[in-house]
Every structure is written in C-alpha cells, then in structure tokens.
C-alpha cells in the first residue's frame, strides 16, 4: 500500500540506481520544490550533492541564512552560498522597463549558476525541483507562451549548455504531496508552507529602476508584514491570517510623500501592502484582512522603518490588475 515511507524508500533507490557515484549540483532558492528535492536527493545520496544558492539581494529579508540554517547546519546538505548581489545590482541600474528587469535577472542568474557549476567539473547531474504541473505547463509552453502577460523567470530555467543530465525527482508529484514529503523528509511546517516568490523576487516589487537601498527598506517592511500575519489568528477559522492568504508581501513604491514625524516635517518613500486569496493564481481576489492588523502593520513600518512613511493597502483583483505589481 502507498505510504510516505515507502515512497521515500522507493524514491531513494530510484535516485541511487540513476545516478551511481556521481556528483550532482542544484539551485536551492529557498522555495519549496528546489528545497523538497535538495531534501530528497541529500537523502539518497549524502554528499554526492552540492547546492547553490544564489543570492542576488533581491530575496526577502535573512533569506540567505534561514537556507544556510536549515540545510547546510540543520540537514548537513553542501551547499554553495553565492554573493552576487553587486553583479546583479550593477546590471539593473538605470533600467526601468519590468520585461527588460526580469530578462536581465533570468540570464545574470544563468550566468552565476553556470560560474558556479564550472567550479564542479565533477558533477554529472543537475538537479531540479520540476514538479507535475510544470511538466504540464511546459508541454503547452507553445499556446501559454502567446497568452502570457509576463515572462516567467525562475531557478528552473537553466540552459541545455551545462552539459549536464538533469535529475528530476518531483516530476510526477502534485504541489500537496511536495509538502507532504518535504515534512516527512524533515524540513519544517514553515518553509513547507510558504507563499510562492517569485524568481526575480523584489525585482518586481521594486516599481521602476532597482537600488539596493529600496531593496533593504522592502525587506524589513515586508518582513514586518509577514510576521504580523503569522501571528494573527482568526477567531472564527482558527487559522492564521499568513495561512488565510495564498500571497501576501509588500512592494516599494517609488514616490515621496510628506508625513509628520515628532514636530517634524518627513518626506519620505511609500509601501504598498498586497495579500490575495486565489486557488490557481489566475485570478484572485483581494484579502479583507481585519483593519486592526493592516494598523498594526502600518504602524510597525512607519516606526522601524526608517525612510517610510506612508503604507496603502492595494484593493484590486485579478483580473484587472496582476498579483505583482509588475
Ligand atoms: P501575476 O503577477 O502574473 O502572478 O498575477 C501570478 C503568480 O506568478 C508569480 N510570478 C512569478 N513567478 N517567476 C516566477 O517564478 C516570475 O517571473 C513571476 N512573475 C510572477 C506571482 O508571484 C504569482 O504567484
């Protein structure tokens, strides 16, 4: 009978019989399938497994450290800690445009990553965390390419050129028995639980050209946020207002506006706050979160934030508006 055991077992053997001896690399970002899969294969084959982990400033705060905290010291997985936040932030100075911003993130990412894998010559495998409805997806990539409204960048994307044999552990596994097994593998309820981020990360939720002073000041606005929905429950489903909201996350704004601070006059950036509930992520609706805690949200930014003054809430669905505000 089918029991998470068995499948890890069974999941185990299939990983040790494809790749024997050899070495194999992934890019661990800190979401759930590139993490369940490093889990997995850490599992079945030690320290025949290297990760890398690129960090291009444009993650959410301490995301770097939590994936160092929970593989590297927590698990014992190798992982490669990448800082390329210099490299990606020189490229996107003075760009704009949201399509020119993803590009450049997409291809500096290739280019560490592939850095990074020329370091390992040994490595015969790259691992990814391609799950079920992304074998789906890329099977109707041609007619979805037509429609799409934004192009998608993520740590999936990497190109045929690394020479590699790609290892796909997940590919048969809806996104629900990813979480199960990232569970049964050990990972924590929390990180098996996030919202989704995207690959370009605040690359997109920095509205125009992207600094990394706005990148910090996003950080710990949204951070602040998060945690506020973390700790807040309703009282009438039990449940946290971070598990109530399929994505929530603030987005820096690229204005100043005049605000009071003491007996003094501040002029100073704005933050938009965003949490949609949605079940497809093609259309969704905007959360009626309790006004006490968009307060206290608002109130902890504009106090621990310095060079905020000013949070709104955004009140559009999708359609019309997009979940990301570029
Ligand atoms: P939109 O903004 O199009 O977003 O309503 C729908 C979902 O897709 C995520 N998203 C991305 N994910 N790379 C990703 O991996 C991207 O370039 C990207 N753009 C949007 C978004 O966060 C939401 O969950």
Request: glycine content about 8%; charged content about 25%.
């Amino acid at each position: 009978s089918w029991t998470m055991p068995n499948y890890i077992d069974e999941a185990v053997k299939k990983i040790r019989e494809q790749v024997g001896n050899d070495e194999v690399i992934l890019g661990l970002s800190g979401g759930v399938d590139s993490s369940v899969a490093a889990a997995l294969i850490h599992r079945a084959i030690g320290s025949q497994l290297t990760c890398v982990f690129v960090d291009h400033g444009l993650l959410r705060l301490n995301e770097g450290d939590m994936v160092m905290d929970m593989f590297a010291r927590g698990l014992g997985v190798k992982v490669i800690r990448v800082d390329a936040r210099d490299q990606f932030m020189g490229h996107l100075a003075g760009v704009t445009d949201p399509e020119a911003k993803r590009k450049i993130i997409g291809r500096e990412f290739v280019e560490v990553f592939q850095a990074e894998a020329q370091k390992l010559p040994a490595a015969k495998w790259l691992a990814q965390g391609t799950i079920y409805p992304d074998v789906i997806e890329s099977a109707g990539a041609k007619t979805k390419k037509a429609h799409a409204i934004k192009s998608h960048h993520n740590v999936g994307g990497l190109p045929e050129t690394l020479n590699l044999q790609l290892l796909e552990p997940l590919r048969d596994l809806f996104k629900d028995e990813v979480r199960e097994l990232g569970v049964a593998l050990g990972l924590s309820h929390e990180m098996v639980y996030r919202h989704p981020f995207p690959g370009p990360g605040l690359g997109v939720r920095i509205l125009g050209e992207v600094k990394a002073e706005y990148a910090e000041l996003l950080q710990r606005a949204d951070a602040i946020f998060i945690e506020e929905l973390r700790n807040t429950v309703d009282e009438h489903s039990g449940k946290t207002w971070y598990d109530l909201t399929s994505q929530a996350f603030a987005v820096f704004l690229p204005v100043k506006s005049v605000g009071v601070m003491g007996d003094g006059r501040t002029y100073e950036w704005v933050v938009a706050l965003r949490a949609v509930v949605t079940s497809d992520f093609m259309t969704a609706h905007w959360a009626e979160l309790p006004y006490s805690l968009l307060g206290r949200v608002s109130n902890r930014i504009i106090n621990e934030v310095r060079g905020l003054n000013r949070v709104v809430y955004d009140v559009s669905g999708k359609p019309p508006a997009t979940i990301e505000w570029e």
